[in-house]
């Protein structure tokens, strides 16, 4: 993560509507407004920090097209349609130092099966494991420790982290990432109670992960009982993300981390799901639904509603509850009154 | 997971009570009532979906032997005492070609101490660490990429999934599954505050897993601070469990995705405990009780009690605080009303 | 884990004040004092179990220094100023046949790249991935199936055990513990929402980890988008804790399981958080500050003041609520007995 570019690469990069000041410092960090050295760069996503622009100490600043101000000197003003774009697309340069494109091949300690399909593009790391009839698409890339079970198929440009497990049948779409840890495929939680102990309930059906979906650090997604558990296309999951057996998720959901999705749980596309939430089985949650932290929903959410609260309600609703049981002691005293009121006036 | 049976193979495994209807489809896949096509072998199990059998396209039905109602043409009803546990006894079947029972032997890349105790029934697979003093049973199975640390104990026909753990000295009954993922015997999370700083207490004990246990993928059971955690024969843990240092798990218990269980809780047998439910330590839940989801325990739960809540209480009790709570703003707008009837009646 | 100390070994290391009694028997085993047999050491640290010491039938017993009894035949009591930390030294004594001292040097097994830089002193265990460039210190212990990335650097005298990751960049200061399975340096959950697709925002910051931090099995501490995600000096994190892009901790924080902080959070030194807590982004937690088992903290934290509930509350506040709310139903029957009165008085 060496960062170094001279003003004018960043300026490439950037491509301003129009630049103000001038400097002649390399860049060597990226910060936060008020975090910034002289060397840095940094930008402006939030208008709440707006006024912060004036007194960073950075060297380059980032800056919507429609900002009013002046640089101080040794100070560049870049201004552009969208300051956050222009910094992921620096950020997607330093990415490559980080994380370079790796050589092509298969390492001498991985362990692939003479039946799995490994395309000459493929880079298969150290101590991975593929299984028999695994096919992997073209440019696949097993960082380390990865495991890809029997008759399992990984998209095209797909990138597994180290110690990531796709089991036995599941399928991965193209260019979907999994970061460290992440467990594709684990049996769903289904039993069966019989003479007095869990029998289990066989889970034989797989994962489906659509294209550009990204599953996060040490998430777990369960195989279908029978049938699928699906993740639509473009869908992001946080870490420690509990997806349960025959789970449909839809394209371009969000789940923050630590979020719990019980068994046969449907979201249709669009859905936002903040930290910590849970949801019961069996329940749809309808397109552009929005769940707030800690919810926990019982029922179904209808579409481009928000709700909040565990138990969940629409989000107004449990804003005014919530506000209303800080009211309390108030309230009390106030029956008090009324009773002693009452009593007084007792004939 | 290819399916392809006869009908006349279904049947052979249902052993009905009787049959209606016939079909020559080969089933090749399982799919719910209303999902199912031609082709598909389909199940009632729940009597809320009773309606849906008579529009459901499934080539095969298993139905509960005291079902009304007459197979559409090509279509195959049977009738059966349990229809979900002939389908699990049918995707068992499925299983056995989804997991082939593996070959035993030790594979070349796995690095198994010299003075670790392997039978020959065991399967070590590619990357497996074994230190020494580890004693496998009989057909142990350790997928690929398992740790098993010096001085632990894995018993007869346990089935260790890529990248689980268990760390020195403790012990696995017989016919344990772990999922992938799962690390036995983490330290527990014990300091003691000294000079400002934590200084941490030795975590020497271990843990001791009973027979028949099945432990979710991702999820963490902490070796005790001395004597033992304990997971008591039978109990089935889903993913992303957190067992706390010197918790007592008792038989039978279900404990749902997210659960944490904190230092020296005791379940008592055939507890069950409801999604990302969290309890204090050090208290008991008595034979049978239930959690619901998202409880918050910080007292002893009653046997065959039900609690829910953060604090919990008792189920019946907080789900009237819950609808009382609802109706909050009801309340303060009839103590309002009382407040100006008074005011206008005052003398 | 096997113990085995003649009571004057337990006395070398206890160095008691004085000593009452005496037994013969050799010391096999530590338990709770109502749960210890002949043969066990057993200890009274908390004053409320003071009345089971006269009971208790272990061999010996740790006990405060102004306790006041008598011990039983062939028992012998040592008076110490602190027994846990008698304890925590005896059990520093069984750690060290629990964990011996692994030799030093390159498991044949290993992936250590010619450009890494591995110190003689450092035991690099089987399978175990190090990249180029990265740099480890003396006595650092890779366990097991761990995986160093691209210039990351680890302090002396880490232990990183099974299944860990340290991705590429990240830091460790020196005596940092990793818990099996703990991710370092996973990318941070952040995209842009560009033509109805969320567009990834690289995360091209790092981790840093001070001195004496450990981290708990599965939990996941997210890189930064840019600069860097820090956990302060002698912080304790325990397993399945989330960790945000960005989040800034400080020096000896408790962070108790399933914890979630989201990105940017500032926890200022010596915080505390309990069990399944969830903080929301960009929040600041003031020093010394305590936060109550499942919280859902929205807001600043002053330091030194204590929170609890979901949103949270001053704990004193949420507590009178959460008392209040439990006389809901005393409350409507209130508000009814006033409404009738009035009603009856009705001019």
């Given amino acids: 993560m060496q960062v170094s570019f001279t003003p004018s690469e960043i300026a490439a990069i950037a491509q301003p509507r129009r630049t103000v ?43 919507p ?13 870049l201004l552009v ?21 790796p050589a092509a091949g298969i390492h001498p300690t991985a362990a692939v099966d003479p039946g799995a399909t490994v395309p000459a593009s493929a880079t298969i790391g150290p101590f991975c494991v ?15 420790q990865v495991f890809v079970g029997r008759e399992a198929r990984i998209g095209d440009d797909c990138w597994l982290m180290p110690g990531t497990v796709v089991a036995a049948a599941c399928v991965l779409g193209r260019r979907v990432q999994l970061q460290p840890g992440a467990i594709i495929g684990a049996d769903g939680f ?3 109670f019989v003479d007095g102990r869990h029998r289990k309930s066989p889970q034989v059906g797989r994962v489906v992960v659509g294209d550009d979906v990204e599953i996060g650090a040490n998430s777990t997604v369960d195989r279908a009982r029978f049938d699928r558990t699906e993740i639509g296309e473009g869908t992001k999951i946080d870490n ?14 969000l789940i923050c981390s630590q979020v719990g999705l019980s068994g046969s749980v449907v979201l249709e596309d669009y859905v936002a799901i903040a930290g910590q939430s849970g949801l019961a089985g069996h329940l749809t949650v309808g397109k552009g639904a929005k769940i707030a932290a800690q ?18 309600l629409p989000i107004l609703l449990e804003q005014k509850l919530t506000i209303l049981r800080n009211r309390l002691p108030e309230l009390f005293k106030r029956v008090e009154a009324l009773e002693a009121q009452l009593k007084e006036r007792q004939p």
Same sequence: chains 1, 2, 3.
């Fill in 65 to 77: 097209a429609d900002f009013a101000g002046a640089p101080g000197p040794d100070q560049l003003y």
């Fill in 130 to 144: 593929v299984e028999a009839g695994a096919v992997l698409g073209e440019r696949v890339h097993l960082q380390a």
């Fill in 240 to 253: 420690l993300v509990q997806i349960g057996h025959n789970v449909i998720v839809g394209k371009h959901c």
């Fill in 190 to 192: 289904g039993y069966e």
């Fill in 21 to 63: 000041g001038a400097t002649d410092r390399i860049v060597s960090g990226i910060a936060a407004l008020s975090a910034a050295e002289p060397g840095d760069l940094t930008f402006l996503s939030n208008a709440k920090y707006r006024a912060a622009v004036a007194t960073t100490r950075a060297s380059v600043v980032l800056l």
């Fill in 81 to 101: 349609d969208n300051p956050s774009l222009v910094l992921a697309r620096i950020c997607a340069r330093i990415e490559q130092s980080l994380w370079p494109k």
């Fill in 295 to 312: 919810s926990g929903v019982k029922d179904d959410v209808p579409a481009k509603t928000s709700v909040w609260g565990s138990p969940s």
